[in-house]
């Protein structure tokens, strides 16, 4: 039997246990995975999919509640004990998918902008709707083992940064028991069955921001008569690749992203606007202010070099630090290793993608752990050029069963450390 930090042990949920219940469960949760992978929807649209959750937590016995509009929470209250919340994101990814799998997404969507895209699940958050699924499945069919209660969160908009903030506004922590610890994690391009765990900073923050360039319009014969917002673009883009460069200390781990650009209508006509939009990384608080103050002054300073109007800069969203409790991470190290085997299981560094779990945790301070765990075969791994990464058009487990296994399992294992009956 393991002891909790209350005290407390777990008499029945044992490693053991847990995979032999799996491998009778995994039929299901496969059809699962594969039914969220064929209708991703996107970020605070997710209106099937948060339905489609609450139904397969009803046929638990589940009660459920609503919070941010999509954002879907069920509370397994199991008498005393320590408050345990986990967290799985729901959004899918404006990305055509090219898996080539035969339960492949079609599915499409409106765009903020009002234009229709491609959605595909091309983060994997169809595994972790899945991976949620059956630790509750599992939880509510073990409640002999444990005492306390557990979250489930399922929420939407990670991908924009807008999922955790709603939920909260909705005054999710002002309805719900308030938790000891947060708990939650990713699927990512590494070995299905292992995991990976930071201690301390586990993902950096991100800014992401939308640039109108305003010019002069004219005809494409008389650029004199124009000031030429596209070519007043491309010095900005340009000379913003500088601030990591030539600004920012080589030891700092910086990222500045330019990833869409617009402008024009027609090859004759110089437009009066084009607008590009950035998305920056930074680990702490001072870079990204530093980082921030330098694409500001970039960008006017260019613009005034050109004698163009000052161009708008908008902030469109922004991630916090993804900091994990280092004294939950080292134990949760430990169990992992107990639960999946020790080389199964590594340590690691901070990663530059963003996530706003922290937001739950960091809204009331408590303590939260985020980890990574793996979703192809060695095959995959061996494969030139390696597997495909999250956010593209070929991103999808291939080890799907050791996959969902491993994410269960680790998820049981992270929240039966915390409860457990004396």
């Not at 609503?66 to 959004?91: L, Q, S």
């Not at 991908?159 to 947060?182: K, N």
């Not at 680990?283 to 921030?292: I, K, P, S």
Request: charged share 20%; glycine share 10%.
């Amino acid at each position: 039997m393991s002891e909790t930090r209350s005290g407390h042990t777990a008499p029945g949920l044992s490693a053991a246990a847990v995979a032999e219940q799996l491998t009778e469960m995994m039929p299901k949760l496969e059809a699962d995975y594969r039914e969220f992978h064929t209708h991703p929807e996107l970020s605070m649209q997710e209106t099937w999919t948060a339905g489609r959750i609450e139904e397969h937590l009803h046929e638990i016995g589940l009660e459920t509640q609503r919070f941010g509009g999509t954002g879907v929470v069920a509370v397994i209250a199991n008498g005393e004990g320590p408050v345990v919340a986990y967290r799985a994101d729901t959004d899918g990814l404006p990305i055509a998918e090219d898996t080539g799998l035969e339960y492949s997404s079609t599915a499409r969507g409106t765009l903020p902008d009002g234009s229709e895209s491609p959605v595909m699940h091309g983060c994997g958050h169809d595994t972790h709707i899945t991976v949620g699924l059956g630790i509750a499945r599992l939880l509510s069919a073990n409640r002999e083992a444990w005492s306390g209660t557990v979250i489930m969160i399922f929420q939407p908009g990670e991908e924009t940064g807008q999922g955790a903030l709603a939920m909260l506004d909705d005054g999710m922590w002002d309805q719900l028991p308030r938790p000891q610890a947060v708990y939650g994690q990713h699927v990512w391009p590494e070995r299905a069955g292992t995991v990976n765990v930071s201690v301390g900073t586990a993902m950096a923050m991100a800014d992401c921001l939308r640039v109108t360039v305003h010019g002069k319009q004219a005809h494409g014969s008389q650029p004199e008569a124009a000031i030429d917002p596209i070519v007043l673009a491309a010095f900005m883009i340009t000379r913003l690749q500088t601030v990591v460069s030539r600004e920012i200390s080589a030891r700092e781990a910086v990222v500045v992203t330019i990833a869409t650009i617009r402008g024009g209508l027609k090859e004759n006509i110089i437009p009066d606007s084009a607008e590009f939009t950035m998305n920056i990384r930074t680990f702490g608080e001072e870079v990204r202010e530093e980082v921030l103050g330098a694409i500001e002054r970039i960008i006017y300073a260019e613009a005034e070099a050109s004698g163009a109007p000052k161009p708008t800069i908008e902030e469109m969203y922004r991630f916090p630090r993804c900091y994990n409790n280092p004294q939950h991470a080292e134990e949760l190290l430990e169990v992992f290793a107990e639960t999946l085997g020790e080389d199964k299981v590594s340590l690691g560094q901070p990663a530059t993608g963003s996530e706003d779990v922290g937001r739950f945790g960091d809204s009331i301070d408590v303590p939260y752990v985020y980890w990574f765990f793996g979703g192809y075969s060695e095959e995959k791994m061996a494969a030139p050029g390696g597997p495909a990464g999250n956010h593209s058009p070929f991103f999808a487990p291939d080890e799907v069963p050791e996959t969902l296994s491993a994410g269960v399992r680790t998820g049981v294992a992270a929240i039966m450390h915390e409860l457990g009956r004396k």
